[in-house]
């Protein structure tokens, strides 16, 4: 957050962190020449909770890692972790039961020619977690394979006669966005006991379905608030220090447009994307001819190297940001002009960032004709989605074109209006995606009346994890009366 860069700022905000979490029921904290009491929970003696937690893609791992340090953090008991992650969830203490690429597929007519390896992947998936014994099973997006990892255990434990754990799934999925998905929703509440929603209206949605729901926020939130907050725009060009910092370290000049690509974290995205980015940036280069393009990859993997394979031989150089972090990433924001997104996270990411982008997308044919078919929304992009209006240009399907594209991307680079028209809704869409107060961990409400604690815990990732000790809590009750 904004607060930990500031000077002192991150000495405070540890110490926050130690005061929220330690093992003492009440404890003091210093801020400001003021002092604040907050309540925390004396850990059990010996106590241990066990958490099996799946994540299927590389924003999956990045939100679960901020849980699992979030829950650490806030639980009165120890924690073991289990399941299966990528090298981010790795890092918080657990060993993935196989690569997480190996269940990063999206689509209808994609998933065929993984359809038996993704099978298989999932009985091992849930063998493990019934050897486990978790306490708490908690899965992070992907909805595929998240939801049929809960109906295997579920379906374990009835066969032993035993009750299942409690389920949580962690990015309610957008049945919102399909004709029929109330149906879908409605089934839910067999094998999932709770759904973490990121998107202000979907808790509703959801408990209206018979789902137990929360709003917790979105997890982007804690990637980009900093960096909106660092950057200015006069004639399209960025005055942001972390921008200039990052042109300086790699050798761009500081007067050259430069473009963001962002194809995507999935090898299929990849691979479809790339030839038609391509595409574009040899057409933008005839009208913008100090065009330069910085890409980030994802963490380590096939998909990393399939990236690096398929711009070495681009006619426009290409810098790449071979697993890049969130860090990374958001210098590049800051340095750009301009980014051109895949749609998905990465759109949202770009415009929290106050960086005027385009968002494109293209799968196989008849994906694309289920989609047409069966969606309710007008449009794709997240921004778009919460503001109803199309700020994010939006080259989709048989419209995504390198002459589409391009002819979006002129207009966001040149266009100070609709550059403007994109960062004037940075604030609100923010606004939309922040967890209301009421949804803040209980022991930290006396604080709310200081900015500084009040957003720190109203994260995601901390609310999340309140919501799912509250659960845990309940259900332990639940078990022993």
Request: include cysteine; proline fraction near 6%.
């Amino acid at each position: 957050m904004r607060w930990w860069f500031i000077p002192g700022g991150k000495q405070k905000l540890l110490a926050a962190w130690k005061c929220f979490c330690g093992d003492a029921v009440q404890q003091t904290f210093h801020f400001k020449g003021s002092t604040r009491h907050i309540s925390t929970l004396s850990p059990r003696a010996g106590s241990t909770c066990r958490v099996f937690i799946v994540a299927g893609e590389s924003s999956g791992d990045a939100i679960g890692s901020r849980l699992m340090a979030s829950l650490r953090y806030l639980s009165p008991q120890t924690l073991e972790f289990a399941g299966v992650g990528g090298p981010l969830m790795e890092k918080e203490g657990f060993h993935s039961e196989f690569p997480m690429e190996d269940i990063s597929v999206m689509g209808l007519v994609e998933l065929i020619p993984h359809s038996f390896r993704l099978w298989r992947r999932l009985r091992e998936t849930v063998s493990a977690a019934v050897t486990f014994k978790p306490d708490l099973v908690i899965t992070v997006d992907s909805k595929g394979f998240s939801f049929r990892v809960h109906r295997g255990i579920t379906e374990a434990y009835a066969a032993e006669g035993r009750p299942r754990p409690l389920a949580v799934h962690y990015v309610a999925p957008s049945f919102w966005g399909w004709k029929g998905g109330e149906q879908k929703l409605k089934g839910l509440s067999k094998i999932v006991d709770h759904l973490l929603c990121i998107l202000p209206f979907e808790d509703a949605i959801c408990r209206a379905s018979g789902v137990g729901a929360t709003f917790v926020g979105h997890p982007v939130l804690e990637e980009a608030s900093v960096v909106s907050a660092d950057r200015e725009f006069q004639n399209g060009s960025s005055r942001s220090s972390r921008g200039v910092r990052f042109r300086k370290q790699y050798g761009l000049e500081t007067g050259c447009t430069l473009l963001s690509v962002l194809p995507g974290s999935r090898l299929q995205e990849v691979q479809r994307m790339l030839p038609i980015f391509e595409e574009a940036v040899n057409l933008l280069q005839k009208s913008v001819t100090d065009l330069k393009v910085v890409m980030p990859t994802p963490q380590l993997g096939l998909v990393s190297r399939r990236v690096e394979e398929l711009v070495a031989h681009w006619r426009v150089p290409v810098l790449v940001l071979p697993a890049a972090s969130d860090t990374d990433k958001y210098n590049l924001f800051s340095a750009g002009n301009a980014a051109l997104c895949t749609s998905g996270t990465a759109v949202l990411q770009a415009h929290l960032a106050c960086v005027p982008c385009v968002a494109a997308y293209r799968a196989h044919p008849l994906t694309e004709f289920f989609i047409r078919r069966r969606t309710r929304l007008k449009y794709i992009s997240l921004p778009n989605i919460l503001l109803n209006a199309p700020v994010i240009p939006e080259a989709l399907f048989g419209s995504c074109t390198a002459g589409q594209i391009v002819s979006y991307l002129r207009a966001v680079i040149e266009d100070e209006d609709l550059q403007n028209k994109q960062l004037l809704t940075v604030e609100k869409v923010k606004e939309l995606l922040t967890p209301p107060i009421s949804e803040m961990p209980r022991s930290s409400r006396l604080t709310a009346s200081t900015p500084e604690i009040s957003t720190l815990f109203r994260t995601p990732s901390i609310v999340a994890a309140s919501c799912i000790l509250r659960l845990l809590e309940g259900s332990q009750i639940s078990r022993q009366s």
